[in-house]
Structure formats: structure tokens, C-alpha cells
């Protein structure tokens, strides 16, 4: 069972990401609070933990804990870069909100 979808135009750009800050190849989807608006999901530059889901794409770990998963089960993740809008676009099989999906987000590091 696929735990993550990701284009390859994606995956190159995640991969440049991570290569241009000489990170490791582990990127965590994660449900993140902004505190003034209904909780989303974003990406981390994060080590896997003991009790991840991961997955591999190319040369990229993309990781989740597992009541994320069970939270919103599989996650797509997209990658768009226009004139108002340039970043990482992720949707899950059951959203955490009605807007989810929406707004781009950028890999966080840590």
C-alpha cells in the first residue's frame, strides 16, 4: 500500500532542495499548526524515526508517523512554480479541512 504519490518533476525539485542545503534524503509530511488558521500539512527535512511509514522515491525517504497516516491516509505532493505561487502542494486521501490542499508550503528544516 503507497503511502505517498509523487510526480517526478516533484521529486527532482525535492531532491535540488535537499542536495542544495546538503541535507540528508528524508523529508516528513506532517500535520502543522499556524495559529491562525485550521491546521495543515507540510513538509520537514527530519531523520526517520522508529516508528515511521516510509517510502523510497528515487533518492528521496519521504516519511510519516503513523497516526498521521491514519489521520489522513496517502498524500499527494506537487510541486508548482508561477508568478504568484511557488511551492509544494500536498492533498491527502481524507483532508484535515476544507481547504486543504490550497495553499503551497515550503520544506521545512529543522
Known sequence: MPYFHI????LAVIQKFLSDQNL????RVEIQFTG???ASLGLVADKTRE???SEKHGDVWMVMDP????????VSITHTKEEYQDGF???????????AGFAPCAIIIR
Open 36 to 38: 491562525c488558521c485550521d
Open 67 to 74: 497516526d498521521t497516516y491514519q489521520t489522513v491516509g496517502m
Open 24 to 27: 540528508d534524503p528524508w523529508v
Open 89 to 99: 502542494f500536498l492533498k491527502s486521501e481524507r483532508p484535515l479541512n476544507e481547504w
Open 51 to 53: 516508528t515511521d511509514l
Open 7 to 10: 510526480d517526478n518533476a516533484t
